[in-house]
């Protein structure tokens, strides 16, 4: 160090060889520096690793916000998912408790179809009585909202089925009507002929109705209760015109802050400190998305510097390997996750000021949000030999991996569309494309093999042998030819990081030109491409020994 001083001290009497000597020793300095890990920085100029310590503190804040937030959104979900059973139960007849396929209740008669229809109005208008929940009709401006039923058919048919006959005008038309639950025996005398049906006509009947709740269970967590408006929609889907009318019941649920309330016997949880949690949060990720731009932002610089280095003193153009090493990914990773933490907070913030109710949106960006900070932590443990392999393996194998994907994906979307239109109708799990997908990727896993097999219907031997055939030929092309080939490749990388921490890594322009520099002088001051900044500090005893192997690891 008091050699390059000399040299600053008397750079102008040393002259242009000296002075191009001069910088050459200072960025490979930076250079070194830059591709050091915290400790290493720590040791060197003895400058507290700031940004490890946001991340640190970051993972715990995030993550306890995560755990926070989940609690409250399990009971939402639970409170939504249990009023829909409840509703099934109170309005729909012989509703046996578990959905068939994608409805509740199948009918087959006429007099079903009646009985069903009056038992919904027959319910509702004993709403108050029959259930055990805090249940109740909706009001506007003090008005009862009334309950809809609007029926839809072919504005015009005649079908004759013995004689291979019908005229139909295609054509839709939908009459509608409303029913008052405190005047019940007026309004059936009065509406008699629109439950005249013609069901070769009829296409659906549907009955909307609004009630409101109260989630009263947030009260034995300290939070206040929501106000919870359903919107309820009962469908009589007959479509099909197969003889089975299939009944759907549907529920919106739309939660404001209740209006008028009072708790007491319990101690108010106070929201304002979930609130300054939530701000800390914004600020420790406003923090390191700052440092991680900082970060980007001088590395572009640096690699400007040593591109600039090599065209004037080698007259030699920078690899792309080498330029690669300075755009760091874990930094746009970072970066990525802490604007999705910032959103998803803000998000949290405003539920819990009962401003939105978008539960689901907030759980998605702080979900994504805190894997992307825990796979982010990987980073730091790359800095260690041992723990590097997974790194490197998945650095070296990605862009195999993603050619043979590319090629085996298009064998599988023939696969896939072939299953769809030749097995989709006799087969439960090729009803769609995306079932059929996922059927193919658990028959790869070796997943609902035997029951796959034995749910085909057999009434079509031409389709059950040909679904033999299928089956047999993806499973055997899939498990023991593609999967294996897919794992010989992870394999091969490996192998090839394992081989060369034995032997060494390929030597670059790069590590070449930081292996010419024996030790990195200490600096009271720091260069100006020091990344994480701070006065040294005697608690980071860990960092302080002297490191085993002075060889450069480059990670990216």
Known sequence: MELLVQYHDGSESVGPLGQGIIKEEILRDDLKYYFMSPCEKYRARRQLPWKLGVQILKIVMITSQLILFGLNNQLVVSYKEENAMTFKNLFLKDYSGVDEEDYSVALYSQQAVYDSLFYVLDQYRQLGRLSVGPISYAEEDGKLLPLVICKEYYKRGNVEPSDDAYDIDAQLEKVCMTHDPTNVSQWKAENVSFFNLEFYRLV??????????????????????????????????????????????????????????????????????????????????????????????????????????????????????????????????????DAMAIVGSILKMEIQAKSLTSYDVCSIFLGTSTLMVWVGVIRYLGYFQKYNVLILTMKTAFPKVIRFCCCAGMIYLGYTFCGWIVLGPYHEKFEGLS??????????????????????????????????????????????????????????????????QKNGFPMTDLQRFLREQKDFPPSEEGSEMDTETGMGHPALCCCRRAPSNDDIILIS
Request: net charge positive; hydrophobic share 45%; glycine share 4%.
């Open 435 to 500: 079932r059929v997908a996922e059927s193919l990727f658990s028959l790869v896993n070796g997943d609902d093999m035997y029951t796959t097999f034995a749910q085909l219907k057999d009434k079509n031997s031409l389709v059950w042998l040909f679904s033999r055939v299928y089956l047999y030929s993806f499973i055997s092309l899939f498990i023991y030819m593609v999967l294996s080939l897919f794992i010989a490749l992870i394999t091969d990388a490996y192998d090839t990081i394992k081989n060369y």
């Open 204 to 337: 659906d009947i549907k009955i909307t109705f609004q009630l409101k709740g109260i989630n009263l269970q947030t009260v034995r967590s300290h939070e206040l209760p929501d106000c919870y408006v359903f919107f309820v929609t009962i469908t009589f889907d007959n479509q099909c015109h197969s003889g089975k009318i299939k009944i759907f019941l549907d529920i919106d649920a739309l939660s404001s802050a209740c209006k008028n309330w009072m708790i007491s016997g319990t101690a108010q949880k106070n929201t304002h400190y979930l609130l300054v949690f939530d701000g800390f949060v914004i600020l420790v990720c406003l923090t390191s998305a700052v440092l991680c731009t900082r970060s980007i932002v001088l590395a572009v610089k640096l690699l400007q510097r040593f591109s600039r280095f090599f065209r004037e003193n080698y007259n030699h153009k920078v690899c792309e390997t080498d330029q690669k090493e300075f755009l760091n990914g874990w930094y746009v990773l970072v970066i990525v996750s």
